[in-house]
């Protein structure tokens, strides 16, 4: 079985992690997308939030699965079991960063591969921060995020 997991902070999850997303689980026979836990960080949202959010948003992809972990991605995805590492692009832009991530990942563990995943041209300008930005800004969200994050997004950030 090709089981590949998809990390990422989702803080929230946007129709682009979603369009990627799908992408994967047509590919692979399992996909894990993977909340990260940074503690370095405070999220816009819990990462309980963020997990409960994509798992409303995932119904009908019944190889897909959420969990979250904390630490290096490489170390979670040999924990599951998972041989590939699925990084979603939008622009060019994004490449080298993910380019450097991918390469990062290979000399800790080159058992496990990087795939890259292009988004559908209506997602490449969406991201999670310009989505929080919109919102906290009185902005309608709903073209960019699933319809259960933006319902709870909508009551909870008035």
Known sequence: MKMAIYPGSFDPITKGHL?????GAEIFDRV????AKNSEKNGFLTVDERIELIKESISGLDNVEVG???GLTINYAREKGAKVVIRGLRAVSDFE????????NSALSS???TVFLITKP??????????KEILLNGG???KFVPEPVYKYLSQHYK
């Open 68 to 70: 979250s972990f904390a």
């Open 32 to 35: 894990i997308i993977a909340v």
């Open 19 to 23: 369009d990627v997303l799908k992408t």
């Open 111 to 113: 058992k496990i591969k």
């Open 122 to 131: 209506e997602y490449n300008f969406i991201s999670s921060s310009t989505v």
């Open 97 to 104: 960063y993910e380019m450097q991530l991918s390469q990062t």
């Open 140 to 142: 309608d969200i709903s």
